[in-house]
């Protein structure tokens, strides 16, 4: 794809006083048929400053004989023009690609997570007593402290600032959006329910950012395209998702995924809320298939939560546990214009059919939660902080000789083995097949929120669970697990936890 400019244009003068963030209409060219299945939103706030960064996946059913170039050798691109809402006319400055790896990397850090936690060596850990000797005496298996394994959590990610590709590339001004559709050398035509959703947003005094994409086959993948994110900002009093423009372009359901980085938590305002049920055991079959088994949990709770806002994350972004991957950087956050100081990273998931919403969502601010930790149940209580993440458990159990008298089957810890990991995100849930899970066969814990009754036997191994210090902490803290020291003994203070699987 080529690099070039992208300007916002106005239909009227008057500007909403809210903040529209939005899946984007997608307009072939000729008689192409375009789908988009996937889009992912970050609002960054301050006060009423508002900082939208957005990146639409864009499917292609039928497309139409790309345009003819010089070269008959050379590329033939397809052109795509991507329509979006917006609540003021947008300064030429205010619009920029951004690198795609920082999209990549917030989805990495938010999303559901597989933790998994090996029973260690029944006859390491017997006698309590002796560990305490061996690290008095500083011997070979003396054991590091809290603030030595704490300093092995990952460092924070660093981000690509050149893009590999360029995708907005043509500069588009006009003083009517529906004649512009309709000719400047490009026939064009626009179904009527399309052309009444923006009728009532021109009626709203909405504004229109048009993109032209252009892009060539050899670009798409697994029949899709990916342009690099799109950012711009302005001022606004309310977040308001324009979603009736953007669901136009589903050809079936359309997973909308929201970033929200603020000093609060946030949630819809007008649809109903609810948290994915977290901390759920599950089955080793788990393991290769997690990507799958959650995009089943989700929808099996959205079945009995029509039209919710699902919250999967909503932590501060100096920290997670356990971390799937490296935290953000100051520089990519910088670059997504999130605020300074203390920031709360909310990451909300909505599942559409195009027919099927009646209303734009507004988000508001919501109080702090916790959940998805060891000790905390499968649903959020309120907090005095967030701390919030989908989490979900397999544990291996030991499968070594016990050459002691008095074994303890009780302790937890990181996987033996450097090859092995013990926290792996799930992938985006637009991108794994539906229906080739049986949940009922993969969870070990029954989950009522989801209507999912476990037809697994209950593992003997989840009462009364210790966990080694250090497991938890982060990408590759499990390589630490092994040499931690015992928490959860006998009379340790209950806040211990954020180190449990």
Known sequence: MRAAGVFAWALLTAAAASAEAFPAYLLGKRESKISSSATTVVIARRGTRTVVSMQIQM??????????????????????????????????????????DIFERLDVISAPRLVESWQ??????????????RDKEGGPSALPDEGALRARAPETSRVQIDAPFGAYVTVVEASDLERWIDGYRRPRRIPENVATVLRSYKEAGWKFLVSDLRFSKDEMRNGRVVPPPLRFEYDAEAVRLPLRLGLSSAAGTHDLVVHVFAEDRYEAANFPNLTIPTNVEVDVAARAHFGELYASLFDATLDKNQGAFVTEYAWDTESCDPCPGPLLSPEAMRLLG???????????????RKEALG????LRVAPPVQGGRGGDGQAAVPAEV????GRY???NRWQGPVTCPNPDFDIWGGPPRADLTSVRPAAPSSEVARGKVYLSAMVRDSVPAAGIESKLRPDGASAGRRFLLGFGLGAGAG???????VLAVTGRKRGSRRNSP
């Open 338 to 352: 999130a605020p300074s100081g203390m920031v709360v990273h909310t990451r909300l998931h909505a599942r559409y």
């Open 479 to 485: 390589l630490c697990g092994t040499i931690g020291v």
């Open 120 to 133: 260690q060596d029944p006859c390491t850990y017997a006698d309590i007593a002796s560990i305490a000797a």
């Open 386 to 389: 967030s701390t919030f993440q």
């Open 393 to 395: 458990v397999l544990r």
């Open 59 to 100: 499917d292609y059913i039928d497309l139409a004989e790309p345009s003819a170039v010089d070269d008959e050798f050379a590329p033939r691109t397809f052109e795509v023009e991507m329509i979006v809402p917006v609540p003021a006319t947008l300064d030429h400055d205010a619009v920029r690609r951004l690198p795609s």
């Open 359 to 362: 209303e734009d969502p507004v």
